[in-house]
């Protein structure tokens, strides 16, 4: 069994002894926390008796409770849809990395096919070059031929 911490505290002017199992720091915030409520309740009317200004603090309290209650339910749907969206991402992702190794695989197979592509136009050129300059000679030859 957990130990109780003994914590003196004062709210709303009056000194409170309270036990509980957490420390007295927490114990001491949360006290400071209704102090400050019951005090806020108490400045609204100088006739509220400390017993109906607690009971207000208490309802003021329960009211920041169920507040935040639904704010955390809020958050708690709102993480569940980036939680589906990140999900939905992650998948997206994943497509687009496989279409993307697709997309490298085919442009290294173009740049394949265009250096062959231009090593055959190379090699075609230097083949028309040196036919061109075989005829050339040729007409030449025959001109020289004829002129004589």
């Known amino acids: 069994m957990a130990s109780k911490n003994k914590v003196e505290v004062r709210i709303h002017g009056k000194d409170y002894t309270i036990m509980g199992a957490e420390s007295e ?3 001491q915030r949360v006290a400071l926390y209704i102090d400050k409520k019951m ?16 009971v207000l603090t208490a309802i003021n309290v329960a009211d920041d409770y169920f507040k935040s209650v639904e704010a955390l339910e809020h958050l708690r749907s709102e993480i569940q849809q980036y939680i589906k969206e990140l999900g939905q991402s992650t998948s997206e992702c994943e497509k687009y990395k ?15 096919e265009l250096v062959r592509k231009e090593t055959e136009l190379n090699d075609f050129i230097t083949t028309f070059d040196h036919a061109a300059r075989e005829n050339t000679v040729r007409i030449d030859n025959t001109r020289r031929f004829r002129a004589k």
């Open 98 to 112: 496989k279409e993307t190794e697709k997309l490298k695989e085919t442009v290294q197979q173009l740049k394949i």
């Open 25 to 27: 720091e927490y114990i």
């Open 39 to 54: 005090n806020e309740v108490a400045g609204t009317s100088n006739k509220l008796s400390t017993s109906m200004a607690a």
